[in-house]
């Protein structure tokens, strides 16, 4: 909530930034001409969300991020874009509901992937120019690791999230 400093009845399009950090806990499913392998797996994402309120209870944002697959040492570049219903206006406390999706951009070993993300989270009012975010989320993502073999490693998983808005 950069943009404007004191809470207002008015409607205005305000400049929203949401800066968080993601610890996943996935269940796998390897896809390929081999048998398929079930496992567990963890993941970390840094993102970065820009966007707007264009209402008082709804953002749209787009997103970049830095995500690593630490079970398959895999390194991506999401590109998300985001929707957030929140239950109170902005500059408030209270809940919020999310979704988004969006591309995995190749950093390494492997050639396209995407994702999608619905989460549940709470946005904590500071008397200083940022809000503190924390959420929980479900979340699939797929990458397409190897065209020869058409190797395909598929994520179910649970995570939570905090961080900053302002």
């Known amino acids: 909530m950069y943009s404007q ?3 207002s009845d008015k409607h205005v399009i305000t400049y929203t930034n949401s800066n968080n950090i993601e610890f996943l806990f996935n269940r ?4 390929s001409n081999e048998p398929i392998i079930p496992n567990k797996g963890f993941e970390l994402e840094i993102n970065s969300f820009h966007g707007f309120y264009f209402l008082k209870s709804l953002s749209l944002s787009a997103g970049i991020g830095l995500a690593y697959h630490v079970s398959e040492n895999i390194l991506a570049i999401p ?6 219903f929140h239950l109170n206006p902005y500059y408030y406390d209270g809940p919020f509901v999310s979704l988004n999706a969006g591309r995995n951009l190749k950093v390494g070993n492997f050639k396209s992937g995407g994702s999608a993300k619905l989460g549940i989270g709470y946005l904590f ?3 200083t120019d940022f809000m503190y975010v924390i ?3 479900a979340k699939s ?3 397409t690791l190897d065209n020869s073999t058409n190797f395909n490693l598929q994520t179910l998983s649970l995570g939570i999230s905090a961080g900053i808005q302002f």
Do not use: A, L, N, P
Request: no cysteine; hydrophobic share 25%; aromatic share 18%.
């Open 125 to 127: 009012y500071d008397d």
């Open 79 to 84: 590109i998300v874009g985001e929707i957030k």
């Open 135 to 137: 959420s929980i989320f």
């Open 141 to 143: 993502k797929e990458y």
């Open 5 to 7: 400093k004191e809470k």
């Open 28 to 31: 796998e499913k390897g896809y």
